[in-house]
T-cell receptor, first 112, second 113 residues
Framework: GIQVEQSPPDLILQEGANSTLRCNFS?????LQWFHQNPWGQLINLFY???GTKQNGRLSATTVATERYSLLYISSSQTTDSGVYFC??????????????FGRGTQLTVWP | NAGVTQTPKFQVLKTGQSMTLQCAQD?????MYWYRQDPGMGLRLIYY???????DKGEVPNGYNVSRLNKREFSLRLESAAPSQTSVYFC????????????FGQGTRLTVV
């Protein structure tokens, strides 16, 4: 299958700081999504971004599919940003349409 | 608009007991999925359904069965629960599978003792 690697595995920030999370993948993909898993365990859709750049408030994401990576930027972080951030891809050689392959996530902790 | 709804949210089972996890979506999506999440790992696919009446195995199907009851509902059954099935289970749906965004339910935290 496809390998999805996220870095860093853990990130601790002070409120107000900026951060960049990275997702590398080993093969071509049809789709890439970023999720935030909040402390209650819910998976929140952040971005559907198979290529290009998108912004939503303090968050933005860029995917360079030809170079097999995606970046998630968080600016002016807040304590409510804490949780685990997952990158997930739909492998275009996969046998299951729509199946997402997940990275292990980045655990973000934001201190007041 | 509820999106993807799972029940129950929490469950404790004894080894050997059976149970069914329910999932329903109101987005008129064709494809539905069951994933499990274990500590320190991303989600892994258990089963999926590309349309009503069809199901297929994912990466970790052993010990599970599924039913796509209709377009809205996709259930996951544990016939004889084992401690190795202690996990958080997520149901997801997407419009047509390929090139479309997936949406997840709130998860079911299952403990097998």
């Amino acid at each position: 299958g496809i390998q999805v690697e996220q870095s860093p595995p853990d990130l601790i920030l002070q409120e107000g700081a900026n951060s960049t999370l990275r997702c590398n993948f080993s093969d071509s993909v049809n789709n890439l999504q970023w999720f935030h898993q909040n402390p209650w365990g819910q998976l929140i859709n952040l971005f559907y971004i198979p290529s290009g750049t998108k912004q939503n408030g303090r968050l933005s994401a860029t995917t360079v599919a030809t170079e097999r990576y995606s970046l998630l930027y968080i600016s002016s972080s807040q304590t409510t940003d804490s949780g685990v951030y997952f990158c997930a891809v739909e492998w275009n050689r996969g046998s299951t349409l729509g199946r997402l392959y997940f990275g292990r996530g980045t655990q973000l902790t934001v201190w007041p | 608009n509820a999106g993807v709804t799972q029940t129950p949210k929490f469950q404790v089972l004894k080894t050997g007991q059976s149970m069914t996890l329910q999932c329903a979506q109101d987005m008129n999506h064709n494809s539905m999925y069951w994933y499990r999440q274990d500590p320190g790992m991303g989600l892994r696919l258990i089963y999926y359904s590309a349309s009503e009446g069809t199901t297929d195995k994912g990466e970790v199907p052993n010990g599970y069965n599924v039913s796509r009851l209709n377009k809205r509902e996709f259930s996951l059954r544990l016939e004889s629960a084992a401690p190795s099935q202690t996990s958080v289970y997520f149901c997801a749906s997407s419009s047509d599978g390929l090139y479309t965004e997936a949406f997840f339910g709130q998860g079911t935290r299952l403990t097998v003792v």
